[in-house]
Each structure stands twice: as C-alpha cells, then as structure tokens.
C-alpha cells in the first residue's frame, strides 16, 4: 500500500508550480498525497495598468483553478512584491515563516528552482528554501526543477530524478490554461512545455517525463 506523503512546492511566481513540477504534482495527488504549492510574490508586474489588488486577486484565483486541475491540497500566497523581491524573500519574515511551513508540514518531499535558474528571483527561493532547511536541520528528499531552459546545464552533478507524467500530462496543460491572464505569454510558450516534457520521456524511456535534479 502506498503511505500517504506530504509534498511541499516552494516558487516564486504563481505558474511555475505548474509549468516546473505540474504534472508530478498531479501524479502525487492522483495517488493520494497532499501536495501543498507555496508561491512568493503575488505577480503583480505583469499588467501594469490594473491595480496591484486587483490582478493579484485574479492570478491568485487563476492558481487556486490550476490547484484544483492538479488534485493539490492547497496553495498558499506569500504575497511578496515584486520590485522588492530579492530583498523580501531574504527578509527575516519570509525565512520565519519558511522554517515554519516545514515544521508544521514535516514534508516528505519538497520541490524548489534550483540554484542556477537564469531568473534571479527563482535563485532566490532556493536560497531562501535551502538555508530554512539548514536553520531547521529538516531532512528530507528535496528536488529542483527548471522553469524555462529546455536544456542541460553545465557543471550540474546532482543525481537526476525522471518522473513519468504520461498519464497526468493533459492535467498540466489543462492546469496552465487556468492562467488566462497570462494567456498571450502561456499560447506562446505551450509548445516548450510539450517538447521539454517529450525531451525528457525519450531519456526517461517513457512519452512524457518531467526531470529534477536532488539537491539534498
Ligand atoms: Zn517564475
């Protein structure tokens, strides 16, 4: 029988919860795990000329949509401003209340970006994810995903983990198609998300596979 896990998402922006681990989210849910997203900012930058309440309201609900396409238990808001970013997600308040999302949570397993993300707040959350881990000496499996970079990354020596998402691989899309605010940008990118998700089926020998590196 399987023993019923706890698996926490650490990411910055309410979609990369999806577009990184979606649909091993959606593969743990389907097996009756709790799979908690935690997303920093609220993404009020991407429409400037609505209120910051107003669209984080939407994209708030736009990922509460995608949560529910998933299986996920829940998905919370730090409500991180943007322009500030890095300098809250190092804040003493933020870390706080990292350390004590993995207490209360005891994960089994977390997923966060990795460390080499092209986008610096994406670094920035696994900085802040991995020096709460030090601070609470929390040990558990913990995985990095990529958001965007199709391709390998040089210097990377973690042990690769491939889950096979072909069964919940239309939950994914059917997830990041909940982000209609972001609609122009999510039509544009669809297709890497296929490519990336065959690209690593043929390594992972499987038709669709999403890959994370260990990290801890
Ligand atoms: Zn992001």
Same mark, same amino acid.
């Given at each position: 029988m399987h023993k019923k896990q706890t698996v926490l998402v650490f990411c910055a922006h309410s979609d990369d919860q999806i577009f990184g681990p979606g649909g091993t #989210? #959606? &593969?743990y849910a389907s097996q009756g795990d709790d799979v908690i997203s935690i997303v920093f900012a609220c993404g009020e930058l991407t429409h400037p000329w609505l209120k910051r309440r107003i669209i984080s309201e939407i994209r708030k609900n736009e990922a509460k949509d995608a949560?529910?396409? /998933?299986?996920?238990k829940d998905v919370l808001f730090l409500g /991180?401003? *943007?322009? *500030?970013f890095l300098k809250e997600a190092d804040s003493d308040w933020v870390k706080g209340k990292i350390e004590h999302m993995i207490r209360h949570y005891r994960p089994d397993k977390i997923f966060t970006h990795s460390k080499d993300d092209p986008h610096s707040a994406h670094r920035a959350v696994n900085k802040t994810v991995i020096d709460a881990l030090e601070k609470t000496k929390y040990k558990c499996d913990t995985y990095a995903f990529d958001v965007w970079n199709p391709l390998n990354f040089r210097g990377r020596n973690e042990p690769k983990m491939y889950v096979n998402i072909t069964d919940t691989f239309s939950l994914k899309i059917k997830a990041l198609k909940c982000f209609k605010s972001q609609w122009v940008t999510? /039509?544009?990118l669809?297709?890497?998300v296929y490519l990336r998700a065959l690209m690593n089926g043929l390594d992972a020998g499987c038709k669709y596979a999403e890959r994370f590196? &260990? /990290?801890r």
């Open positions: #989210a #959606a &593969k949560d529910r396409v /998933i299986g996920g /991180i401003n *943007e322009t *500030e999510m /039509i544009s669809l297709w890497s590196y &260990k /990290i």
